[in-house]
């Protein structure tokens, strides 16, 4: 089984600031790894994603996540963030076998005060 | 390429009753996934289909139930509605195993 943990419900920050929403995860199995964001009354949307290769992933629009495996962990950073990254980030697991499952954590509030 | 598409947007069901939520996949792709999301429990995986078959299932009491038909397309059925089951159902599709999941825009399901 798999369980995630996002360490905070809410992250306010001021813009241009660099933030970071941890999230570490359990499982008794190797596992894949996902960053999604969700604006108000929407569904989500895949950020970044770790499947293998180097541990440190990037996106299109300035996020980045290392995955650290002997601290299993999958944090989400940005060095400047921007009014419009205010919305509620996902972390999620899935398993490498066994089809398609997501496990998500509760979610991190990211607010960006101007 | 069309994304994911889910209907309808908005539902208002009376307890008791039985609702049916439809999912379109993207297309080419074959998995089929279900979540629940609400304030109190987040979001929780309810089921998976592949090929008209369930893959994987959550721990949701059989009043939730799903089917896929073979263009991929997904319907998901809660019957004797509580008003627990206030939420908003996501539909995600994806090509083939744990890769990633595209997700539609969600049902809000109101039980009154």
């Known amino acids: 089984a798999q369980s995630v943990t996002q360490l905070d419900s809410q992250v306010p920050v001021f813009e241009e600031a660099p933030v970071e929403l941890r999230c570490n995860y359990s499982?008794?199995?190797?596992?894949?790894l996902f960053w999604y964001v969700q604006y108000p009354n929407q569904g989500l949307q895949l950020l970044l994603k770790?499947?293998?290769?180097?541990?440190l992933v990037e996106s299109i629009n300035g996020f980045e996540a290392e995955f650290n495996k002997s601290q299993t962990s999958f944090h989400l950073r940005k060095p400047s963030v921007h009014i419009s990254d205010t919305a509620e980030y996902f972390c999620?697991?899935?398993?490498?076998?066994?089809?398609?499952?997501?496990?998500f954590g509760a979610g991190t509030i990211l607010r960006v005060k101007s | 390429k069309a994304g994911v598409t889910q209907t309808p947007r908005y539902l208002i069901k009376t307890r008791g009753q039985q609702v049916t939520l439809s999912c379109s996949p993207i297309?080419?792709?074959?998995?089929v996934s279900w979540y629940q999301q609400t304030p109190g429990q987040g979001l929780q995986f309810l089921f998976e289909?592949?090929?008209?078959?369930?893959?994987n299932k959550g721990n949701f009491p059989g009043r939730f139930s799903g089917r896929q038909f073979s263009n991929s397309r997904s319907e998901m059925n809660v019957s004797t509605l509580e008003l627990g089951d206030s939420a908003l159902y996501l539909c995600?599709?994806?090509?083939?195993?744990?890769?990633?999941?595209?997700f539609g825009q969600g049902t809000r399901l109101t039980v009154v």
């Open positions: 995600a599709s994806g090509q083939g195993i744990s890769t990633e999941a595209f």
């Open positions: 499982s008794s199995v190797s596992v894949y």
């Open positions: 770790y499947l293998s290769g180097s541990t």
């Open positions: 999620a697991v899935s398993p490498l076998e066994g089809g398609n499952k997501l496990v």
């Open positions: 297309s080419g792709h074959r998995s």
């Open positions: 289909y592949f090929s008209e078959t369930q893959r």
